[in-house]
């Protein structure tokens, strides 16, 4: 190995520190990476979560909806009879 002139100490040391400062600036890009997929996990299961209730809340609602619907229909055929009866001949208006 032959010595060069043109590499000094100083070049030396500026490129270890630019190393080094790269290593370090990607360590902590690697640890912020790794808390943001925590994060987004725990998105992803909050998310299903919610679409669990959603799905359970919508299901509810589709059952009272049904509900209501009978409820209805039973009232039209109620009043029916009713209006049936009243048109009949002798009864009380």
């Known amino acids: ?51 669990e209730s959603t799905k359970d809340a919508l299901k509810e609602i589709k059952t009272q909806v049904s509900d209501l619907q009978k409820s209805n229909q039973e009232i039209k055929e109620s009043l029916a009879i009713l209006r049936g009866r009243a048109a009949e001949p002798g009864s009380r208006k």
């Open 1 to 51: 190995m032959k010595f060069d002139p043109t590499v000094s100490t100083g070049t030396i040391i500026q490129t270890l520190v630019f190393v080094i400062g790269v290593a370090t600036a990607y360590g902590g890009y690697r640890e912020d990476q790794v808390k943001q997929d925590g994060r987004i996990a725990q998105v992803e299961v909050l998310a299903d979560k919610d679409r």
